[in-house]
């Protein structure tokens, strides 16, 4: 498994942020796209994690923009900005390789996109972990290379506000400064299918703690996906970014 690394910023966002994620719990009425907006919390500084290595090779480039194309020389499809909002490094999951050109999965809508980036503007690393999700069993499951590690239980999305299915990657790492999100919170390469933003943010799905213990084994978000906070810092102290996160 590769992923791949556009700059060498640390791995932990300073930023208090996941107005940016979809998460948090369900209330009595769905919010709709059209929700006024929370105020952001303000930033906090915190301690960088410091990641467990991972087998593989490490080339670093420093640059500010990669653009993603429908294929090699092809046309334009979208520019990312290193680093991103939250101060995290920009990261693609690697799907194959051909002649410096690297098709990648893409964090944005919709779901599942892909692209293709020059190889010699990124950072190659290979991965050994990765994560299923099970809607059904509500359980998040660690693997090293392919072998079961251990399973988590969690929370996910409701029936009108879903967890999305598919193949996606953790994109940022972050220390929450508001309540209900837990020690930490990783933002994923998934957006919700039904909200198109949330709490000013753009939907994106994230995996991270939780303040409402009960709610773990239940359908009971907006689309994030929730663990005990013990399992969360476990992983946060062991996953880079560009990890695969399976979602069914």
Known sequence: MRSILVS????????ALL?????????ATVPTPTETPVAAPVPVPVPVVTVAPV???????????????????????????????????????????KDGWLRVRLPMRPNGSLGWIRSSEVTLQTLNYSLLVSTAEHSVTLLKDDVVVETFPAAVGTGDTP????????????AP?????????????????VLNTFGGGP???????????????????????????????MLANLLPLGTPIRIE
């Open 177 to 193: 400064t508001n309540g209900g999100y837990g020690p930490f919170a990783y933002g994923i390469s998934a957006f919700s299918e």
């Open 8 to 15: 060498g910023t640390a791995l932990l966002a300073a930023a």
């Open 203 to 233: 939907g994106q799905i994230g995996i991270h703690g939780t303040d409402d213990a009960a709610s773990i084994g239940q359908s009971a978000s907006h689309g994030c996906i929730r663990l005990h906070n013990d399992a969360i810092t």
């Open 163 to 174: 967890t999305p299915l598919g193949e996606f990657f953790l994109t940022e790492l972050l």
């Open 55 to 97: 087998a593989g090779q490490v080339d670093t480039a420093y640059i500010a923009n990669v653009t993603a194309y429908d294929a090699p020389e092809g046309v334009a499809l979208a520019g990312f900005a290193n680093p991103i909002a939250s101060g995290a490094p920009l990261t693609f999951f690697v799907e194959s390789e």
């Open 19 to 27: 107005f940016g994620l979809t998460a948090c719990g369900a209330p």
